[in-house]
């Protein structure tokens, strides 16, 4: 069991408070569906998450079973069972999808994995998302269309096993045949190893098919209502001017 637990998180981003205060509590098993309108801090709380630099926690602790992780660099929260699949994902040019999966799981394990073994489960995952075969051998997003980056994420996070992983719009730009193909590739990793996830979507189709287990609504930087799936059902038909009413607040 491993929990992440967020507590009073206020973050700036270049001396501007986007996060004003959050609560948030995530473990293992649990699907986290967080909504929200555009430029609301979704994307800045993720970031925050990871440890990406450019975002400061000014106030507030961030902790994986009781362990203080905002101390640490991102690749020791990556260690740590944190994953990001991002918004938009980079272009890592002169680096093989397969070089960059394998330090990756070799940062995590006393021993080198085998090579027969790593081919087989890189195989596994790429046939998962119904990629090509050569993905194993292209630089990592370099050309990819947005749909193969999102799917390429989808193919990270079946390899590494997180214990959290943080999907922030991964569905975004994704056909209906696509979507279909993620959100059963996430579902199957997230079953196999129990992990936690946050899930950062627009589309009700897409959280139809995760069943998420709760919901959240994050506007200015706080999290101002927390559901089941039917919060999700309740934006899709009416979208958040019921909630910017009901707690008084503008996104
Ligand atoms: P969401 O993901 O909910 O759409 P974001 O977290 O991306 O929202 O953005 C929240 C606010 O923070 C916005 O006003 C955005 O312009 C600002 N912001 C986020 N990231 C950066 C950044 N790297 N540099 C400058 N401003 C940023
Ligand atoms: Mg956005
Ligand atoms: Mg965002």
Same mark, same amino acid.
């Given at each position: ?181 993620? !959100? ?66 503008? !996104?």
């Amino acid at each position: 069991m491993v929990e992440l637990a967020i507590h009073d998180l206020h973050v700036s981003v270049e001396e501007k408070e986007i996060l004003k205060g959050l609560d948030l509590t995530i473990q293992s098993g649990e699907r986290h569906a967080l909504m929200g309108p555009n430029g609301n801090g979704k994307s800045t709380l993720l970031a925050a998450i990871m440890g990406n630099p450019k975002y400061t926690v000014t106030q507030g602790t961030i902790t994986l079973d009781g362990k203080d992780i905002l101390s640490m660099p991102v690749d020791q929260r990556s260690k740590a069972g944190l994953f990001l699949g991002m918004q938009y994902p980079p272009e890592i040019s002169g680096v093989t999808n397969s070089d960059f999966l394998r330090s990756a799981i070799n940062a995590r394990r006393e021993k080198p994995i085998g090579l027969f073994q790593f081919i087989k489960q890189m195989e596994g995952a790429i046939s998962s998302l119904q990629m090509k075969s050569d993905l194993a051998h292209r630089f990592v997003n370099d050309g990819f269309s947005g749909g193969e980056k999102k799917r390429n994420e989808i193919v990270q996070m079946t390899m590494l096993k997180p214990s959290i992983a943080m999907l922030d719009e991964i569905d975004s730009g994704l056909d209906v045949d696509a979507l279909r193909i993620v !959100a059963d590739a996430v579902m199957k990793s997230q079953e196999e190893c129990d992990s936690g996830l946050i899930i950062v979507s627009h589309y009700a189709r897409f959280l139809e098919y995760l069943k998420p287990t709760h919901a959240h609504i994050l506007i200015d930087g706080q999290i101002v209502a927390s559901g089941d799936a039917t919060l999700v059902e309740k934006v899709d038909k009416e979208g958040y001017e019921w909630i910017e009413e009901e707690v008084g607040v503008q !996104a």
